[in-house]
Each structure stands twice: as C-alpha cells, then as structure tokens.
T-cell receptor
Framework: DAGVIQSPRHEVTEMGQEVTLRCKPI?????LFWYRQTMMRGLELLIY????????DSGMPEDRFSAKMPNASFSTLKIQPSEPRDSAVYFC?????????????FGPGTRLTVL | AQSVTQLDSHVSVSEGTPVLLRCNYS??????LFWYVQHPNKGLQLLLK??????LVKGINGFEAEFKKSETSFHLTKPSAHMSDAAEYFC?????????????FGAGTRLAVHP
C-alpha cells in the first residue's frame, strides 16, 4: 500500500484565495483525520470522519474551514477565504478502527503558506 | 483529562551515545501511550505504543520505552544514537472524548545527533 497520500505537498497562495487540500487514506481504513501543525500550537486535531461521516469537527478553527469526505478514498479540507494565520502544515491520517491503541497512519503533509 | 508533558524541547547527543527523551503523563485511569517520530518534511510514524500490557515496550529502530506508573512517566530510550535518529519525537496519550479515542500530542522534543 502506498500509505496516506496528500496533495499538494506545498501550496503558496495569497490572502483571500480559496485553498483545497486533498487526502487519500489507506484502503480499508474506516477513520480519517485532519490535523494542523504550527510552531505556536503544535499538532491539533481539526476534524475526523468515521465511514465518511464527520463525527467531531470541534477543532475546526472557524467557518472559513470546511472538510468533506465524498467517498471512502477521498477527503478534502477547504479554506475560504484563506488568511496568513492559516499558514501551517496540514496532515491527514487514517486508521483501521477507533479503538484504544489503534495506530494512526499519517500522510507527508501539505505545507501551506498564505501571503 | 489526559495530557502529556515532554520535559525537554531540544536534546543533543553524540552519535553512539544513549538517547533519553522524557515524557510525563497525567491520566485519571490507566492510559494508552505512544511515541511518534517526525523526520524533516515527513509525516509522523509510530515508534511504539503501550496499552496496559508489558511495561517495557520495544519499538522500531532500536527504541524502547518503559511505563512507570509510580512516576507517571513514559520515557523513550535508545542505547546508541545514530545520525538517522535526528528528528522530532512526540509523546502521545489517548483521551476518550466524544465517543472516540483521540490522540493528545505533547509539544515535541527535537533530537539532534552530532558526529
């Protein structure tokens, strides 16, 4: 398996533009997670899905952020409009189940820079 | 609520010397604990996990960690550092919240290995 795939790996955009980050989880994994990593706040869970359904989006910073999972093999995280403070590395992860001790497999991340 | 504290933000060792990365946890019940590693510009990879089985846990690349309930610690060790071990290491505790076991990350410890 190729692991969790994210695209693009790097994104540079201007403030006010729409940004879409993409993720393909590992086949057969029922859970998908979106994280954001910044120097100030470390790793934060933004939202997670179980069987394509959003379960907990309490980590989404504000209404400018939205996430979808139209099928088991694809998810998007969209920021509209983007702001400089959104600059961060965004990780997607997937896991087979949600049980204690179950490993989450992380993608390589998307480094977003908003100018 | 469950949390972890990584006691050192940076650790520097010479190649071939032991590595010790410290982590203390807080939990109202028997915790599940992980160590993840993040190499530069890469995603996170699971090193090892403790889920209430043996207190000494062996992971990949020669790393191990010992769960000590009396000290509420889960320190990561390796007998002999290699240049390829230079990375950021995250101690993680599971928090059951909203019907799901969430990963709660520590702030990270950056390990530098010198020749």
């Amino acid at each position: 398996d190729a692991g969790v795939i994210q695209s693009p790996r790097h994104e540079v955009t201007e403030m006010g533009q729409e940004v879409t980050l993409r993720c393909k989880p590992i086949s057969g994994h029922d859970y998908l997670f979106w994280y954001r990593q910044t120097m100030m706040r470390g790793l934060e869970l933004l939202i997670y899905f179980n069987n394509n359904v959003p379960i907990d989006d309490s980590g989404m910073p504000e209404d400018r952020f939205s996430a979808k999972m139209p099928n088991a093999s694809f998810s998007t995280l969209k920021i509209q409009p983007s702001e400089p403070r959104d600059s961060a590395v965004y990780f997607c992860a997937s896991s087979l189940t949600g049980g204690t001790g179950n490993e989450q497999f992380f993608g390589p991340g998307t480094r977003l820079t908003v100018l | 609520a469950q949390s972890v504290t990584q006691l050192d933000s940076h650790v520097s060792v010479s190649e071939g010397t032991p590595v010790l990365l410290r982590c203390n946890y807080s939990s109202s019940y028997s915790p599940s604990l992980f160590w993840y590693v993040q190499h530069p510009n890469k995603g996170l990879q699971l090193l090892l996990k403790y889920t209430s089985a043996a207190t000494l846990v062996k992971g990949i690349n020669g790393f191990e960690a010992e769960f000590k309930k009396s000290e509420t610690s889960f320190h990561l060790t390796k007998p002999s550092a290699h240049m390829s071990d230079a990375a950021e290491y995250f101690c993680v505790v599971i928090r059951f919240s909203g019907g799901y076991n969430k990963l709660i990350f520590g702030a990270g410890t950056r390990l530098a290995v010198h020749p």
